[in-house]
């Protein structure tokens, strides 16, 4: 019995017995569904083994739109238990593991995939290739960010959440003070999910510097690609040192080891230090492709070129090498002397500046230009004042000595809600509006979508701006409770109202896309926003092979030269083309590290050494595979492109 | 590097020379990893609480041993590379051979030396310098593992296929990979070992 009760959970409530059968009869629908239907043939030959970076890419959009649900609906109960004083709508274990997996959900598992799902979809299309450099390489990757992140979800109904934050300190992460398997579930999830990571960046990279048409230099490159081989670079960077800092977390929780503990010279900080060497690098990655996605919706839809092409590659290369040198800003109280926090207040201050450059050069892109106020441009907009409310309060917490008053205040929590929501949610909701026809040959309503834009926007300030007062008023984050006699009631009161408000907008954009798909016209142009990148130079949809003659480039704006200034993009013939064969491997290789994952979490050994052997096979399996790929055959080629309206 | 026949075999299509780039890529994210294992060791180095410090735990003969090792299997499978190019399959495969029990020769000196520090009280539990040095230490021995299991399966390909495109770019990123490790080495030897000893 002994060995079942560990997978039970330590604080059930109604909620979790409820999740618990919601989850059960999601299970059991979508397998009935695929057997009635018959679909199980499809998804496997279709899906699960696709190496087609735009299927990848749409996977990761998915994934990432289910988890932003996922981590909203931690976010709805975390405010609703503050929205009134002394509330008992959660106890504070509950608490602790809401907030801890609301973070992690939103930065790991939806934030992440977002993005990575947008290079994924756009970066080759943009660079004219016929996919990523290693593609069986970028369906792993996926895989195990899929399986990380469904270890990471089942940790709420089998043994208990994360309960330390999604920073994860020690000594509280440790075994004394955090006592059910949450954070095992936390270290390992995280490095399996990162690994994933880890691959794409090698993947972006390779791609991004070998695989450009000819003609495109990197100063030529479209900006969301440089902010792609930015951001990878980074992850490239940081990535490792969040895998030894998880394997030694993990040793301390399960091997018994002194890495983060107070005694035989251990030492927490050091935890604090690792996590933050990546963390803080890992908003960067987070914002760097948001603003290139910024870049080419506001010069799409200003009729523009980008103003200041050359100084937005340099602000974002000085970005990220700052970013990587700012850290110890999360921890200024924690002890470290005057002479440390100074070199990182100026450091962080000092982001400042590239990022400042960057907004001045989309309102210089703007700036007498054309402007249509669509959906994707409205996002980007309201980008630009509230994103830099954010980063002004960030200058603000730079300040060492004045961040003595505001650590772990809900000031910070509305500070980097402020930059996040703003920079990331907010382009990825452009992006996803922006490429929506790209990837599925019809537009998202835009009315319905207008009305999203000011919801969001509304709710935004109402939930988080409040917070900037209460947290100068010296309320804490991650206290579950507070009394009537501190007056933040409120204030709580209309963050809660927001964050409803959010709520409603993020309804509505599941609305529009079941609205889209009943009602939208599919008679649309590859070209539907009068854009300026290769990527809407090929057809609706995208066939698999992208552009059937490789595309020639002059300029940053290659499709723009072709509508206006008479540039010959496609100047080859049509040409049988050699392309990847699809792989099961990788999604059985993901499953065995899920299974590695989860008896890891609960310390099963024979299972851990037999799903190692899996790994290893499945790689042996790859090294001695003959696998050429196939070629599509110029018959084949010539049928689709005249089916899809000519050739391009 | 364009592909093209001027080219070594190993970058003679463009995707050996995407293979090849990538390596070097994720070399550049195993930098990292032991940048981070080194400087935590770095950190740690005088935390012994309890325990035996480097000074009183190491022992020259074995580590000498490991590096001459190590250092000569770095040697060997530059050779190997080098009869791969003049389209030498058998001394290739020697080479490689050679390099591959010279690993074997390495990883049973290294479990040696675990074995030793866990029988003198300095197993992993012990102290933070302990868990750095042996988490240290065993990173490198479990890529010296990794590597043994993945240069048999070349070895095996080279037998069977010969030296194609792919097998020959396959050994060469390998002997990137083996390359790395010994220089990963040479700093475990000077800044772990030499530095604790003095």
């Known amino acids: 019995m002994e060995f079942f009760e560990r997978f039970a959970v330590p604080h059930p409530s109604p909620a979790i017995y409820a999740s618990m059968v919601a989850i059960g009869l999601t299970v059991i629908a979508i397998v009935a569904g695929l057997t009635y239907f018959k679909k199980w043939g499809y998804l496997w030959r279709e899906w699960l083994t696709t190496v087609d970076h735009k299927r990848l890419g749409i996977m990761y959009l998915l994934c990432a739109l289910i988890m932003l649900f996922r981590g909203g609906v931690d976010a709805i109960m975390l405010r609703a238990q503050l929205a009134v004083p002394d509330n008992k709508l959660l106890d504070s274990q509950h608490y602790n593991e809401v907030f801890s997996t609301h973070g992690v959900v939103m930065i790991m598992f939806m934030a992440m995939p977002f993005i990575i799902g947008f290079m994924n979809y756009i970066v080759p299309l943009q660079i004219g290739a016929r996919d990523v450099a290693f593609p069986r390489l970028n369906a792993i990757s996926f895989w195990l960010f899929f399986m990380g992140a469904m270890l990471f979800n089942i940790s709420f109904v089998v043994g208990g959440s994360p309960d330390a934050g999604w920073t994860s300190y020690f000594p509280l992460a440790s075994n004394d003070f955090s006592t059910s398997v949450g954070t095992n579930y936390y270290m390992l999830s995280l490095q399996i999910a990162g690994l994933g990571t880890l691959m794409t960046g090698i993947n972006m990279i390779t791609t991004i510097m070998k695989m450009r048409a000819p003609g495109m230099t990197l100063m030529k490159m479209p900006m969301f690609t440089w902010s792609t081989l930015v951001a990878n670079l980074i992850i490239i960077t940081v990535f490792p040192v969040l895998t030894v800092a998880l394997a030694m977390g993990t040793m301390d929780r399960l091997f018994g080891t002194n890495f983060f503990t107070t005694t035989n010279g251990g030492m927490d900080m050091m935890w604090a230090n690792l996590f933050w060497v990546w963390g803080h690098p890992e908003v960067y990655i987070l914002i760097l492709p948001a603003f290139g996605l910024y870049s080419e919706i506001i010069s799409t839809f200003s009729s523009r070129n980008l103003y200041g092409y050359k100084s937005m590659v340099a602000s974002m290369v000085i970005i990220s090498a700052l970013s990587c040198l700012v850290w110890a800003h999360h921890f200024f109280t924690m002890g470290q002397g005057a002479l440390a926090n100074s070199f990182f207040s100026i450091t962080t201050m000092a982001i400042a500046v590239p990022t400042g450059v960057k907004i001045f050069n989309w309102l210089f892109t703007m700036w007498k230009g054309k402007i249509r106020f669509t959906v994707p441009m409205l996002y980007s907009i309201g980008f630009i004042p509230l994103f830099t409310i954010g980063g002004v309060t960030g200058v603000m917490l730079a300040m060492s000595a004045a961040d003595y008053q505001y650590h772990n205040t809900m000031f910070l929590v509305a500070h980097f809600h402020n930059t996040i929501i703003p920079g990331v949610v907010f382009a990825m909701l452009a992006g996803l509006t922006y490429y929506w026809p790209k990837m599925f040959g019809f537009m998202l309503n835009e009315r319905i979508g207008k009305w999203t834009f000011w919801l969001l926007s509304i709710g935004f300030v109402l939930a988080f701006f409040p917070m900037y007062i209460t947290g100068l008023d010296g309320q804490a984050r991650r206290m579950y409770t507070y009394s009537e006699a501190t007056g933040y009631s409120t204030l709580n009161m209309v963050s809660f109202v927001g964050a409803g408000i959010m709520a409603v907008a993020f309804a509505l954009i599941v609305y529009n896309v079941y609205y889209s798909v009943r009602y939208a016209s599919r008679n649309i142009s590859s070209d539907p926003w009068d854009a300026r990148t290769l990527e809407w130079a090929t057809h609706t949809p995208v066939p698999e092979y992208n552009f059937a003659v490789v595309p020639q480039v002059k300029t940053s704006e290659p499709l723009w030269d072709a509508k206006k200034r008479k540039h010959v993009l496609f100047p080859g013939k049509l040409n049988k083309i050699h392309m990847p064969n699809n792989s099961g491997v990788p999604f059985i290789l993901g499953t065995i590290f899920f299974v590695w994952g989860f008896s890891f979490v609960f310390a099963i050994w024979p299972l851990v050494i037999i799903s190692t052997i899996g790994i290893f096979t499945c790689l042996a399996f790859r090294s001695f595979e003959k696998d050429h790929g196939r070629y599509i055959s110029l018959e084949e080629v010539t049928e689709t492109e005249e089916k899809l309206g000519g050739a391009k | ?198």
Do not use: C
Request: aromatic share 16%.
């Open chain 2, 1 to 198: 590097m364009k592909a093209g026949h001027a080219q070594p075999l190993e970058y003679s299509t463009h995707q050996n020379d995407l293979n090849i780039f990538g390596f070097w890529v994720f070399l550049g994210a195993e930098i990292m990893l032991f940048a981070t294992l080194f400087t935590t060791y770095f950190v740690y180095e005088g935390r012994t609480g309890t325990g035996p410090s480097g000074a009183e735990m190491f022992e020259i003969t074995p580590v000498l041993i490991e590096t001459i090792v190590l250092l000569t299997s770095s040697f060997l499978i530059g050779l190997g590379v080098h009869a791969m190019r003049l389209g030498n399959k058998k001394a290739t495969m020697a080479f490689f051979a050679l390099t591959l029990a010279l690993g074997l020769v390495f990883l049973g000196v290294e479990i040696y030396e675990f074995a030793h520090y866990v029988h003198i009280g300095a197993g992993i539990q012990i102290s933070a310098f302990t868990a750095i040095l042996m988490t240290t230490l065993g990173t490198h021995g479990m890529h010296v593992t990794f590597g043994l299991f993945w240069g048999t399966a070349i070895l095996i390909q080279l037998k069977k296929r010969g030296l194609t495109p792919e097998t020959a770019n396959k050994s060469f990123i390998f002997s990137l990979y083996w390359h790395f490790l010994d220089v990963v080495w040479i700093f475990i030897f000077s800044f772990i070992y030499l530095k604790g000893m003095m």
